[in-house]
């Protein structure tokens, strides 16, 4: 089965530190990840996606993501973590199932990132 | 992201009542979706649509139907509402053809059941 995991429900760091958000997927196809930031009181917005190519991907506000295709991870980075980022974070990946799902995102059940300052 | 509007923000209503979500896009994407959303337990698919004639049941779609009016519209609709429908609730478009799968999210609507 299809599945993202996001193992840790909360993740703390200190303002200035590199902050890791973790995810792992399993997919029957190729994998086409993706990161969504939610702020609070809003939609989700797309940080960075892996397709093909680097295996580290760089996206918006500093973020960037390290594709491990061994250990079937995409864990979402920052090298120095602000205030501001504080928001919840969710791991997705690409549904290639049979059927209409195909093309749909599964989504993990998302990791509150907290910087303090 | 401005190009998907949701309305209304924020709704209460009370136990039986009939309420309509509505989602428009201007993005032009042929994919729409909607998710509810509770603490803990991330973002649920309830159905999705490839076009005004294509409509899927998603994950949890008891208790809710939609309608897909035009291609840039997407109503949801909980027939009878009740408290454990209380929740947050995103509509979301993609471009399969031109896209990889990304989904851009409208603001949501924060309903509550009495």
């Known amino acids: 089965a299809q599945s993202v995991a996001q193992p840790e429900d909360q993740v703390n760091v200190a303002e200035g530190n590199p902050l890791t958000v973790k995810c792992t997927y399993s997919?029957?196809?190729?994998?086409?990840l993706f990161w969504y930031v939610q702020y609070p009181n809003r939609g989700l917005q797309f940080l960075l996606k892996?397709?093909?190519?680097d295996n580290l991907v760089k996206g918006s506000y500093g973020f960037e993501a390290e594709f491990n295709k061994s250990q079937t991870s995409f864990h979402l980075k920052k090298p120095s973590a602000l205030v501001s980022d504080s928001a919840l974070y969710f791991c997705?990946?690409?549904?290639w199932g049979y059927g209409g799902s195909q093309g749909n995102l599964i989504f993990g059940k998302g990791t509150k990132l907290s910087v303090k300052p | 992201d401005a190009d998907v509007t949701q309305t209304p923000r924020n709704r209460i209503t009370k136990t039986g009542k009939r309420i309509m979500l509505e989602c428009s896009q201007t993005?032009?994407?042929?994919?729409m979706y909607w998710y509810r959303q509770d603490p803990g337990l991330g973002l649920r698919l309830i159905y999705y649509?490839?076009?005004?004639?294509?409509?899927n049941k998603g994950e949890i779609s008891d208790g809710y139907s939609v309608s897909r009016q035009a291609q840039a519209k997407f109503s949801l609709s909980l027939e009878s509402a009740i408290p454990n429908q209380t929740a947050l609730y995103f509509c979301?478009?993609?471009?399969?053809?031109?896209?990889?799968?990304?989904?851009?999210f409208g603001p949501g609507t924060r309903l509550t059941v009495l």
């Open positions: 979301a478009t993609s471009d399969l053809a031109g896209g990889m799968g990304e989904q851009f």
């Open positions: 993005k032009g994407h042929d994919r």
């Open positions: 649509s490839f076009d005004v004639k294509d409509i």
């Open positions: 997919v029957s196809g190729n994998p086409y």
């Open positions: 892996y397709i093909t190519g």
């Open positions: 997705a990946v690409r549904d």
